[in-house]
């Protein structure tokens, strides 16, 4: 039989990239930039560089923007 008692849902991954959200951005999005730097050292041009760099600013960059409306989703819509 159901419960009469409501339980209030909780997310615990919501609540952990809304507390450790923008470290996890500037890991991930160091991770293409690592990635390039590898393959310079492995043969590669140096332009490998550029293209990381670049990759790891707009990486970077999505997942900080991800992390922002996930924040103002938690704030707005979750129970408290």
Do not use: C, N, Q
Request: proline fraction near 6%; hydrophobic fraction near 60%; glycine fraction near 10%.
């Amino acid at each position: 039989m159901a419960s009469s008692e409501y339980k209030i849902p909780t997310y615990p991954v919501v609540g952990f990239l809304v507390k450790r959200g923008l470290i996890l951005a500037g890991v991930f999005g160091a991770l293409p930039l690592i990635a390039a730097l590898y393959l310079v050292l492995a043969g590669w041009g140096p332009l490998v560089v550029v293209a990381g760099l670049l990759a790891s600013v707009v990486t970077t960059g999505l997942l900080v923007s991800y992390v922002e409306v996930l924040r103002i989703i938690a704030d707005t819509l979750m129970p408290k």
